[in-house]
């Protein structure tokens, strides 16, 4: 990348990515060709983790510089931010979910308690709380 125009945003999670894949590639294709030859893990258990974490790693930035690659593309070619629509959808709807559910349970909890006092009231029962329950209060 020594030409500064190509120096964009797009071409550098182009090259992360590529970056990326490359080092994958380097890490993760020894042991593969080594397991494949003997037909099982020889190489130990730390070399496992480490194997791991490797294929991992290089796997999640893989993946994440096509999220921002794909982000990048759709914002040039839309020609308008996501960001309004992706704030309702991951904020704002499911908080409008979650206060559309918990006014459900509350009116449920009510109810509940009513009930639980008018079943005290006709037992005779001054107080739903226990005695124990009100040395603690």
């Given at each position: 990348m020594n030409t500064k125009s190509l120096r964009t945003p797009a071409n550098l999670l182009v090259v992360n990515l590529a970056i990326s894949d490359f080092f994958m590639m380097l890490t993760m294709t020894p042991p593969l060709l080594v397991n494949a030859y003997w037909g099982?893990?020889?190489l130990g258990a730390f070399f496992c983790e480490v194997y791991a974490f490797l294929g991992s790693?290089?796997?999640c930035v893989s993946?994440?510089?096509?999220?921002?690659?794909?982000?990048?593309r759709y914002n040039v070619i839309v020609?308008?931010?996501?960001?309004?629509v992706y704030s309702v959808w991951v904020y704002l709807f499911p908080l409008a979910y979650i206060i559309y559910s918990y006014t459900f349970i509350v009116k449920a909890?009510?109810?509940h308690?009513?009930?639980?006092?008018?079943?005290?009231k006709k037992m005779g029962v001054k107080s739903l709380r226990s005695?124990?329950?009100r040395r603690l209060c």
């Amino acid at each position: 990348m020594n030409t500064k125009s190509l120096r964009t945003p797009a071409n550098l999670l182009v090259v992360n990515l590529a970056i990326s894949d490359f080092f994958m590639m380097l890490t993760m294709t020894p042991p593969l060709l080594v397991n494949a030859y003997w037909g099982t893990w020889i190489l130990g258990a730390f070399f496992c983790e480490v194997y791991a974490f490797l294929g991992s790693f290089f796997g999640c930035v893989s993946i994440w510089s096509m999220v921002f690659i794909t982000a990048d593309r759709y914002n040039v070619i839309v020609k308008e931010s996501y960001l309004y629509v992706y704030s309702v959808w991951v904020y704002l709807f499911p908080l409008a979910y979650i206060i559309y559910s918990y006014t459900f349970i509350v009116k449920a909890v009510a109810a509940h308690e009513k009930g639980m006092r008018e079943q005290a009231k006709k037992m005779g029962v001054k107080s739903l709380r226990s005695e124990e329950a009100r040395r603690l209060c």
